[in-house]
């Protein structure tokens, strides 16, 4: 099925960094599921986290320690009797630097050793030695999750603070089905962080996001729409809700779940989105625009499919309605944040935006030429009136926690200083 794409303007999108990076400590035992780890390292650091990988001996029987230390940037520590890193008892160290120690796979081993006490290992040793949280995500064949030992080990571990998360159920590398695959690597990181006290820069205020595309229709089956994943607007959700506000997501049609906390609005069109998002920002502090909204739509959208009778066909096209600039002319708009994906001339478009769309700041990057869209990686350019500062390119879940702490700071700036209104917003103008 063809699908139109018209108009060559998107909103961009957005994350938020803690005040200080958290220090997990992340354990590695021999099971299969060894395999996701690296990506669960990836997505912990995409988070902010800083990660220190620790490798059992049979977890170096499935990965590699130089896979690990690629993927974290750190060298990965397997031995209690190194010699080099213990002659400073690097054990005590290290146990004493991690804020959240996770161990990922658990094996009915290492559950058990946790459980009574062992440490014959550099893992099991740190998990005694430190005052850190412990979260396992078991892994292990069925018959071994649901042995009376292993859970008798495991009500004894959460009796004593441990968080086990899962493990789910479904076909196993041994064959059989049923409980004991270790969760997801997205699902693990969430749930950490879900549980980590938030930074408090938005904690208190509503904010308002609008995330992904819009879709107007041609037919019953075509539609005119853009190549937005929704991808920066839900890292932007997810930086503000760990940032401590009440978060509300308005998306378009993605492939992507909610981020945990975050009450999410399912629409289709612009003049969904419009009517979702007015609901919801008379009451909220903050109004962050990332969709990439539809500029047109057919003036007239047929009743049933369009057939191929011709080589040749013309679409009537009308404007659709403009969100962020919606918003901006209203009595009392929240504090504005809007977007400018631009193909060319960055800053002089973004700034006009910003001035003919009454914002308080637009983040604003460079577009096409296999930049931005479809990417996990971004960069952005903040710009508000008096100033600018420059978020160079990382993942889109550590860009949206940069510009959600410069949001933060704008809005505390603002409304500290003066309250502003639409008259007293002076223009700003392109570096020449």
Known sequence: ???????????APIILPMTAARKILLGVTGGIAAYKS?????RLIDRGAEVQVVMTRG?????????????????????????AAEGAMGHIELARWADDIVIAPATADV????????????????????TASITVAPAMNRQMWANPATQANVKLLQSRGVRVLGPASGEQACGEVGAGRMLEPVQIAEEIFAALPVDGGLKGLKVVITAGP?????????????????????????????????????????Q????????????????QMLAAVQSQVKDADIFIAAAAVSDYRCSEV???????????????LSRAPDVLATIGRSESPPFLVGFAAETENVEANALTKLNSKNLDMIAANKVGEGLAFDKDDNALTVYWRGGKQELSLTSKAALARQLVAVIAERYRSRVTTTTTTTSNRPAIHATR
């Open 1 to 11: 099925m063809p699908q139109v794409v018209c108009g060559c303007s998107r909103a």
């Open 38 to 42: 690296p990506d669960l390292v990836r």
């Open 59 to 83: 977890a170096q029987e499935f990965v590699t320690p130089l896979t690990f230390q690629a993927v974290s940037g750190r060298p990965v520590r397997t031995d209690l009797w190194d010699e």
């Open 111 to 130: 559950l058990a050793k946790l459980a009574h006490g062992f440490a014959e290992d550099l893992l099991t040793t740190l998990c005694l030695a430190s």
């Open 214 to 254: 819009t879709r107007e229709a041609i037919d019953p089956v075509r539609f005119i729409s853009n190549r937005s994943s929704g991808k920066m607007g839900f890292a932007v959700a997810e930086a503000a809700r760990q940032a401590g506000a009440k978060v509300v997501l308005v998306s378009g049609p993605v």
């Open 256 to 271: 992507i779940a909610a981020p945990p906390g975050v009450e999410k609005i399912p629409v289709e069109t612009a003049d």
């Open 302 to 316: 047929a009743c049933q499919k369009i057939k191929k009778t011709s080589d040749n066909m013309t679409l009537a």
